[in-house]
């Protein structure tokens, strides 16, 4: 009989099993078997009576959880089940984190096994690590497994009972979380900071200089009578003026301009020069939460992406165990990262002796290395076969690993200091003299060789008493600037340095936040919504442990110390919820004392009106001769983008009505701009019975309503206006305003429609058909994810039968054969390199015949059902 082998995933159990002995089979319980009940529907009925049901929690019997498999894992319990029959041992090898851990209990609990059972472990798919871990089993850790279950039921006890009264004081739909709701407090403190911020101005000079054989460089204004030039780390953000006791010089407009008449055509002299070495080491190999940052900052890819495309990665066997706390690196990576550099950069690159590294985050935990190429041999990228985003992760966790065992970088730095009349002058470079790492990785660059240009500023050879010429100098004026808002990249970084939750969730809670309404992603920072003030200053008020960072970071440590043995979990567990202090406490007094009124208030210190949280959405709320104002504020208006002049706008339009720009010259019908929920756009005509909606268009981004003439809204509601017909073709083509931005199409009917976004400088209302033509002669750009004239990865060949293109390329779900307008993906082993025209067309014939069946049996169901239906 055959030894049943149980991992996670299909993907990993397909990996798993070319590695293992004849005589094992392989089968995968697609995560977690079981869990808390998801809804009332899910409570079976013996339980549904008692009072702690909604919960899925027994909190009067030492808050057992109510385990129930879900109707989609029914099914895969069963299976596994008759497996576990003809198998004479089993063998659980799910992940080795806590998560991992606790799926082999719970199998257990479910297929109660009367075989022998092992718990095998491995932070690598290889041959040698499933071997060594086969070799070395271990029993079940009931700590680990108590440890994920105390993150279950306080994940539980807080989204169960806090999220209903948010949608009582609040709106529905919401959630609290004890990481998310951490989160999203983070972004609304930021955003409280760059509101109360108060901008300050300063001045300053800059130089062109030349030296005697024509090289010239920058200088800048530093000291002015041997004080300090006021520069934005001297300001209070508070004020806006210089903090108090800085003894700086600030040079205001004018100040500047009379230094700058009064320094030209004066001699300058080089009075010192300043040369420093200094030294780079490279960063430490990836963990969970820097490979996150690092993925977002460099490859612009999502942390919920990255875990996804890891995983993947892992599971099949090119990278060790991508949810990882630790910077080790055990002595096989450890050479075989110095083969790499050896190998592709030189023994002159390779650094010293070993470098091992130290794991410095708080609570460190899971598996014991970091996230590095698997194996004895690191595989380079172009050797994998990957493509797309799986060869650019790939890519990035090689470079990194390969970087942390290679020399230091050595540079110099230059400083020169510039002597004219009273003002002094300073300029910096920076000096390669041995790239070491770099050559390999540098961090947030895509480019190593493009990045190694950017370090190094070259000057000039220049002595004390030199004397360079003043070829140009220029006043330049500054405004201080608040803190940047969070990316990704950062809010993963201070969720990790602060100790809040695991950075295997951070991709998850991310995603959560933006899903529901508490953050608007813009140009890669996270800008919170109104739905994100409300939420914060309720909980901030009524439950302000579950919002601070450092409670949440106390609670992780203390998983760890279960997680350890070192803590029980049901004595910590009665008293968060049950104690005088606790949570269930904090939730009946907020049911008893929060006003609705008062919750749905957002107070913006630089508003003088009340912004409230509505059925529909954000509106404003104001009284006028004591009568109570409201109007909706747009969707897509944050309390970053609201300002006094916003507000009066919207206001106006509510009081007086819409403004009216004029008659339609052909229709007679009124043209109005006004301000929606998605905007502001301008409309022909009344709403009414006969006419009840009148034609709209919205205003392109770079329009304002205030600016809108009855010309412009004539042109905006002729959209989409016809250019003329393509030379070629003969198809028409068209200038119109879509969901993202104006554009031009190219509209050939049954051959198809080809759209080009118009450019910055383009006007939507004047483009002519001879800068369209232009437009669409250019290649089409496409956006990561986005869609449009993608570029194969490979030319398999013509059909033979339609002599169409059968091209391979790569999609967000993978790689895919394309031919036509058949797509079929790749079945698992396929690579990009290895496909053939004939497999090609055995998967789409397969595609089609299968297209065939279901067409074939919904037409049978269709005449069956009509039977029946004739039959009654």
């Known amino acids: 009989m055959p030894t049943l082998v149980i991992v996670e995933s299909p993907t990993k159990a397909r990996t798993i099993r070319n590695y293992l002995p004849k005589g094992y089979r392989v089968e995968a319980s697609m995560g977690h078997v079981r869990d808390l009940p998801a809804s009332a529907e899910e409570v079976p009925a013996s339980y549904k009576e008692k009072?702690?049901?909604?919960?899925?929690?027994?909190?009067?019997?030492?808050?057992?959880?109510?385990?129930?498999?879900?109707?989609?894992?029914?099914?895969?319990?069963?299976?596994?089940?008759?497996?576990?029959?003809?198998?004479?041992?089993?063998?659980?090898?799910t992940d080795k984190d806590?998560?991992?851990?606790?799926?082999?209990?719970?199998?257990?609990?479910?297929?109660?096994?009367k075989v022998p059972i092992k718990r095998m472990v491995f932070h690598e798919i290889t041959r040698e690590a499933i071997q060594q871990a086969l070799n070395n089993c271990r029993d079940i850790d009931k700590n680990l497994v108590h440890a994920q279950e105390t993150r279950r039921i306080l994940d539980r006890l807080v989204g169960y009972t806090v999220s209903p009264l948010l949608w009582k004081k609040i709106a529905r739909g919401l959630s609290a979380g004890r990481v998310q709701s951490v989160a999203v407090r983070l972004l609304v403190q930021r955003e409280r900071e760059r509101q109360a911020f108060q901008s300050g101005g300063y001045w300053n000079l800059k130089a062109l200089l030349e030296t005697e054989d024509k090289n010239s460089f920058n200088a800048r204004l530093v000291t002015l009578k041997d004080?300090?030039?006021?520069?934005?780390?001297?300001?209070?953000?508070?004020?806006?003026?210089?903090?108090?006791?800085?003894?700086?010089?600030?040079?205001?407009?004018?100040?500047?301009?009379?230094?700058?008449?009064?320094?030209?055509?004066?001699?300058?002299?080089?009075?010192?020069?300043?040369?420093?070495?200094?030294?780079?080491?490279?960063?430490?190999?990836?963990?969970?939460?820097?490979?996150?940052?690092?993925?977002?900052?460099?490859?612009?890819?999502?942390?919920?992406?990255?875990?996804?495309?890891?995983?993947?990665?892992?599971?099949?066997?090119?990278?060790?165990?991508?949810?990882?706390?630790?910077?080790?690196?055990?002595?096989?990576?450890?050479?075989?990262?110095?083969?790499?550099?050896?190998?592709?950069?030189?023994?002159?690159?390779?650094?010293?002796?070993?470098?091992?590294?130290?794991?410095?985050?708080?609570?460190?935990?899971e598996a014991h290395e970091a996230v590095r190429p698997a194996g004895n041999e690191f595989c380079t990228p172009?050797?994998?076969?990957?493509?797309?985003?799986?060869?650019?992760?790939?890519?990035?966790?090689?470079?990194?690993?390969?970087?942390?065992?290679?020399?230091?970088?050595?540079?110099?730095?230059?400083?020169?200091?510039?002597?004219?009349?009273?003002?002094?002058?300073r300029v910096s470079g920076k000096r390669i003299n041995f790239p070491g790492f770099f050559r390999a990785y540098v961090e947030g660059s895509d480019d190593p060789e493009v990045a190694l240009e950017n370090q190094e500023i070259i000057l000039p050879f220049l002595q004390v008493g030199d004397h360079p010429t003043c070829q140009q100098l220029d006043v330049l004026g500054h405004e201080t600037q608040p803190s940047t808002r969070f990316t990704e990249a950062s809010l993963v970084k201070i969720l990790e340095s602060e100790g809040v939750g695991r950075p295997s969730t951070y991709a998850s809670i991310i995603g959560t936040i933006i899903d529901r309404g508490y953050a608007q992603m813009r140009s890669?920072?996270?800008?919170?919504?109104?739905?994100?003030?409300?939420?914060?200053?309720?909980?901030?008020?009524?439950?302000?442990?579950?919002?601070?960072?450092?409670?949440?970071?106390?609670?992780?440590?203390?998983?760890?110390?279960?997680?350890?043995?070192?803590?029980?979990?049901?004595?910590?567990?009665?008293?968060?919820?049950?104690?005088?202090?606790?949570?269930?406490?904090?939730?009946?007094?907020?049911?008893?004392?929060?006003?609705?009124?008062?919750?749905?208030?957002?107070?913006?210190?630089?508003?003088?009106?009340?912004?409230?949280?509505?059925?529909?959405?954000?509106?404003?709320?104001?009284?006028?001769e004591g009568e109570v104002i409201t109007a909706s504020i747009p969707i897509d208006l944050t309390p970053a983008?609201?300002?006094?002049?916003?507000?009066?706008?919207?206001?106006?339009?509510?009081?007086?009505?819409?403004?009216?720009?004029?008659?339609?010259?052909?229709?007679?019908?009124s043209i109005y701009a006004l301000i929606g929920s998605y905007g502001p756009y301008v409309q022909l005509g009344e709403v009414s019975?006969?006419?009840?909606?009148?034609?709209?268009?919205?205003?392109?981004?770079?329009?304002?309503?205030?600016?809108?003439?009855?010309?412009?809204?004539?042109?905006?509601?002729?959209?989409?206006?016809?250019?003329?017909?393509h030379p070629d073709t003969g198809a028409k083509i068209k200038a119109g305003l879509g969901r993202f931005g104006p554009y031009i199409v190219h509209d050939q009917g049954k051959e198809g429609k080809d759209y080009r976004s118009l450019k910055a400088e383009d006007d939507i209302l004047t483009v002519n058909l001879e800068r369209s033509l232009e437009l669409l002669a250019q290649p089409k750009r496409t956006k990561r994810g986005g869609r449009g004239d993608k570029k194969p990865l490979r030319e398999l060949g013509i059909h033979p039968e339609d002599k169409e293109a059968i091209n391979l390329y790569e999609g967000p779900y993978g790689l895919y054969v394309k031919h036509g307008k058949v797509n079929v993906g790749l079945p698992e082993g396929e690579k990009v390199d290895t496909l053939t025209l004939e497999t090609a067309l055995e998967l789409l014939a397969t595609k089609a015949t299968t297209k065939k069946k279901i067409t074939k049996n919904k037409t049978t169901s269709k005449n069956t059902k009509s039977t029946v239906d004739n039959n009654k």
């Open 227 to 365: 004080k300090k030039i006021a520069t934005a780390n001297d300001f209070d953000p508070s004020t806006g003026n210089i903090t108090q006791g800085r003894d700086v010089v600030l040079l205001d407009e004018d100040k500047a301009y009379t230094l700058k008449y009064r320094l030209d055509g004066k001699h300058w002299t080089v009075s010192n020069t300043e040369e420093k070495p200094t030294t780079r080491k490279p960063a430490p190999p990836f963990t969970t939460s820097t490979l996150q940052q690092e993925s977002n900052r460099k490859l612009g890819i999502s942390a919920r992406d990255t875990m996804r495309i890891a995983q993947k990665l892992y599971e099949e066997g090119y990278i060790t165990y991508m949810r990882t706390d630790s910077v080790h690196l055990s002595d096989q990576a450890i050479t075989a990262a110095r083969n790499c550099v050896e190998q592709k950069y030189g023994k002159e690159y390779l650094s010293h002796k070993p470098r091992q590294y130290t794991t410095k985050s708080k609570g460190a935990q």
């Open 98 to 113: 806590r998560e991992g851990e606790s799926i082999s209990w719970h199998l257990l609990q479910l297929l109660k096994p």
């Open 382 to 425: 172009q050797e994998t076969g990957l493509s797309g985003n799986e060869f650019s992760l790939y890519d990035l966790i090689w470079k990194r690993t390969v970087a942390c065992q290679m020399a230091n970088a050595s540079l110099t730095q230059i400083v020169i200091s510039l002597k004219v009349e009273d003002a002094g002058f």
């Open 51 to 93: 009072s702690w049901s909604n919960l899925g929690i027994n909190i009067e019997n030492n808050f057992e959880p109510l385990y129930i498999v879900p109707k989609n894992k029914k099914k895969v319990v069963q299976e596994l089940k008759f497996a576990l029959k003809e198998a004479d041992e089993l063998i659980l090898a």
């Open 689 to 725: 019975e006969n006419n009840k909606k009148p034609k709209r268009t919205s205003l392109p981004k770079e329009m304002k309503l205030e600016d809108i003439t009855l010309e412009k809204a004539l042109g905006l509601l002729s959209l989409p206006r016809l250019l003329g017909n």
């Open 524 to 624: 890669k920072a996270l800008v919170p919504t109104f739905t994100a003030f409300a939420v914060v200053s309720l909980l901030e008020q009524h439950f302000h442990d579950l919002v601070d960072t450092k409670f949440t970071s106390k609670m992780e440590h203390t998983l760890d110390e279960i997680a350890t043995g070192e803590t029980q979990w049901v004595p910590y567990l009665k008293d968060f919820y049950l104690g005088e202090k606790g949570l269930d406490n904090l939730v009946q007094l907020g049911i008893e004392n929060i006003d609705p009124a008062v919750a749905k208030a957002v107070n913006l210190d630089n508003l003088k009106v009340t912004i409230k949280l509505g059925k529909f959405g954000p509106y404003i709320e104001m009284i006028q």
């Open 641 to 669: 983008d609201l300002n006094p002049e916003q507000i009066s706008l919207i206001l106006k339009q509510k009081i007086e009505g819409p403004k009216e720009l004029g008659l339609h010259p052909e229709t007679g019908e």
